[in-house]
């Protein structure tokens, strides 16, 4: 048995679909990734600039993608054995690659940890699951549940893993880059460099007239 508010809920959350997130987020050029196997995404810094870097752990090893092109920028299809999964070590992490070799990342999915669901701005990040086992990303500039505002406006259903298992959703610790990590694919989102004086209602609805 659920509550009426759990019933509303569900009905609210069934009843929209997915829509892109609002402006400043855009998609990276490439669109979805497809990562076959993948088991979970950790953020780290590129050295040279700061940009954020996004590193995929998945059964065929470990790649790093840049956030705002998409592009695969390292691969290691053959880790070592004794750092290949984060379950490994108690803080979910795995060796960096590539430009972040000297570095190690904290891996968020299958075998657990979290991004972050916030940002410095006012953005909030939720999963949701109406119709279990199936997860839905919700992206919201209005605090989190409950939504009082309309969807679109305040609140926006982004993404519906209705065909693969959710790995890992969430922000960078920059606020500069979403991600969304299936066990098929990884879906990023970017934006500049966060102005922490306007919230996110603000960045998130259009100019008044």
């Known amino acids: 048995m659920i509550s009426d508010y759990q019933r509303r809920l569900r009905e609210q959350f069934l009843s929209v679909p997915v829509v892109a997130p609002p402006v400043p987020w855009h998609p990276v050029p490439t669109g979805l990734i497809p ?3 993948l088991l979970g995404i950790g953020f780290a810094l590129a050295p040279d600039d ?3 870097l996004v590193m995929v752990v998945s059964v065929d090893g470990h790649g790093l993608f840049d956030t705002v092109t998409g592009e695969k920028i390292a691969r290691d ?10 379950d490994a070590v108690p803080d979910l992490s795995c060796p960096g690659l590539g430009p972040i070799a000297s570095t190690r990342v904290r891996i968020a999915g299958l075998f657990g940890g979290g991004l972050h669901t916030t940002t410095e ?8 699951s109406p119709e279990w086992p199936n997860d839905r990303v919700l992206l919201s500039a209005d605090g989190g549940i409950p939504h009082n505002g309309p969807h679109g406006e305040s ?6 893993s209705n065909y693969s298992e959710l790995r890992a959703a969430g922000f ?3 606020g500069r880059t979403l991600a969304v990590a299936t066990s098929s694919d990884l879906t990023l989102w970017t934006r500049q460099a966060p102005d922490t004086e306007r919230s996110a209602g603000q960045l998130g609805r259009s100019p008044a007239n």
């Open 50 to 52: 700061g940009r954020d």
């Open 155 to 160: 609140w926006w259903h982004i993404f519906n």
């Open 77 to 86: 299809r053959d880790p070592d054995p004794d750092g290949s999964t984060p």
């Open 121 to 128: 701005d006012g953005w909030t990040l939720e999963v949701v």
């Open 172 to 174: 960078s610790p920059s």
């Open 35 to 37: 990562i076959g196997g």
